[in-house]
């Protein structure tokens, strides 16, 4: 990305082994995340930035230190890279290791070749090469489906539970389905688009609330005898949308918010304080949960890969980002 606005597809000197503990991909797929768009309508600053994090791909070349990756392995890699054996990793927060880094930026994997250091703790085998059509669900638990249901997690979604769901975009779809998945009683999905409410109730969604704010605020408690829900997923990181959560959630509930917060968004203590909730999240451990994530997809339990509604090839990301930036598309799947 050039610029706000400014995506170009254009040729690089491939990567390289560099560290024994690198493995080198062919990327078979990737994918624009709602996260781009921040810097792509000048949120974030950006120039000349590699971008990319969501990947699937085939094992090209492996260090000498990898043990657990060979030449040919189709892979799924996390949006963080881990070497997985640090206690802050063994702990379960890959996404904050001692070795940590972003994919984003750093490796940038709307591209045809990656170098993924710390292989072995990143990236996970497949147990073959996957068929065509488990690509797409495979290539969501690299980043959105990890992340909701890292939120789900958070939010202590499970049987009993009335869970809401605050953001209807990729993240807050797989939230719903996490949320499902975990055995979540009842999940009401905030949405206002119709097109999107389709998909939540398809996820597993019993309810829809399409208002906001304070209104949003109010129709989640009269479903819950004014009480609020017992688990709240946050997936939006605005102002409005952390204070709606915050506000949804019954006391001594969880939230788990995954929405990537922005400069600006501050949560007043006085109202925290009496909130009484418990708060957790942050860029999600996906590798804590790739290994079961990848054999519900292989076992075709779940479907996430129906989140992606525009299949472009990597030559036109910029068309990707553009119909995305527009709300033309949920999420966009590049072929490579
Ligand atoms: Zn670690």
Same mark, same amino acid.
């Given at each position: 990305?050039?610029?706000?606005?400014?995506?170009?597809?254009?040729?690089?000197?491939?990567?390289?082994?560099?560290?024994?503990?690198?493995?080198?991909?062919?990327?078979?797929?990737?994918?624009?995340?709602?996260?781009?768009?921040?810097?792509?309508?000048?949120?974030?600053?950006?120039?000349?930035?590699?971008?990319?994090?969501?990947?699937?791909?085939?094992?090209?070349?492996?260090?000498?230190?990898?043990?657990?990756?060979?030449?040919?392995?189709?892979?799924?890699?996390?949006?963080?890279?881990?070497?997985?054996?640090?206690?802050?990793?063994?702990?379960?927060?890959?996404?904050?290791?001692?070795?940590?880094?972003?994919?984003?930026?750093?490796?940038?994997?709307?591209?045809?070749?990656?170098?993924?250091?710390?292989?072995?703790?990143?990236?996970?085998?497949?147990?073959?090469?996957?068929?065509? #059509? =488990?690509?797409?669900? +495979?290539? /969501?638990? %690299?980043?959105?489906?990890?992340? $909701?249901?890292?939120?789900?997690?958070?939010? &202590?979604?499970?049987?009993?539970?009335?869970?809401?769901?605050?953001?209807?975009?990729?993240?807050?779809?797989?939230?719903?389905?996490?949320?499902?998945?975990?055995?979540?009683?009842?999940?009401?999905?905030?949405?206002?688009?119709?097109?999107?409410?389709?998909?939540?109730?398809?996820?597993?969604?019993?309810?829809?609330?399409?208002?906001?704010?304070?209104?949003?605020?109010?129709?989640?408690? #009269? =479903?819950?005898?004014? +009480?609020? /829900?017992? %688990?709240?997923?946050?997936?939006? $990181?605005?102002?409005?949308?952390?204070?709606? &959560?915050?506000?949804?959630?019954?006391?001594?509930?969880?939230?788990?918010?995954?929405?990537?917060?922005?400069?600006?968004?501050?949560?007043?203590?006085?109202?925290?304080?009496?909130?009484?909730?418990?708060?957790?999240?942050?860029?999600?451990?996906?590798?804590?949960?790739?290994?079961?994530?990848?054999?519900?997809?292989?076992?075709?339990?779940?479907?996430?890969?129906?989140?992606?509604?525009?299949? =472009?090839?990597?030559?036109?990301? /910029?068309?990707?980002?553009?119909?995305?930036?527009?709300?033309?598309?949920?999420?966009?799947?590049?072929?490579?």
């Amino acid at each position: 990305m050039y610029g706000p606005g400014d995506v170009r597809v254009v040729d690089r000197e491939d990567p390289k082994i560099i560290d024994p503990t690198d493995a080198l991909i062919a990327i078979t797929a990737t994918c624009i995340c709602g996260s781009d768009l921040w810097p792509y309508r000048g949120v974030e600053p950006v120039d000349h930035t590699l971008m990319g994090h969501e990947y699937v791909g085939v094992v090209e070349e492996i260090g000498d230190a990898v043990a657990t990756l060979k030449v040919g392995d189709f892979v799924v890699g996390s949006f963080c890279i881990s070497d997985n054996t640090c206690e802050i990793c063994r702990a379960g927060y890959q996404s904050r290791c001692v070795h940590g880094s972003f994919v984003a930026g750093a490796i940038g994997t709307q591209s045809e070749l990656a170098r993924i250091p710390y292989a072995d703790g990143t990236l996970v085998a497949t147990p073959g090469q996957p068929d065509q #059509d =488990l690509i797409p669900s +495979l290539l /969501a638990a %690299s980043d959105v489906l990890g992340t $909701g249901w890292f939120a789900a997690v958070a939010a &202590a979604a499970g049987p009993g539970k009335t869970v809401a769901v605050v953001g209807d975009g990729a993240v807050g779809l797989m939230g719903v389905l996490a949320a499902k998945q975990l055995g979540a009683d009842r999940i009401i999905a905030m949405s206002r688009h119709a097109d999107r409410q389709v998909l939540a109730r398809e996820f597993g969604a019993t309810d829809i609330v399409d208002t906001r704010g304070d209104e949003g605020v109010t129709a989640i408690k #009269d =479903l819950t005898n004014g +009480l609020g /829900a017992h %688990s709240v997923i946050e997936a939006v $990181g605005s102002q409005e949308s952390m204070m709606q &959560a915050i506000r949804s959630t019954r006391p001594g509930g969880h939230l788990g918010y995954v929405g990537v917060a922005h400069d600006g968004v501050t949560l007043p203590a006085d109202q925290l304080f009496f909130a009484e909730v418990h708060l957790l999240g942050g860029p999600a451990p996906v590798r804590r949960f790739l290994p079961d994530l990848i054999d519900r997809v292989w076992n075709r339990t779940i479907d996430p890969g129906r989140v992606f509604d525009l299949t =472009l090839p990597l030559d036109q990301a /910029a068309e990707g980002y553009k119909a995305m930036d527009e709300r033309r598309a949920v999420k966009t799947l590049l072929t490579v």
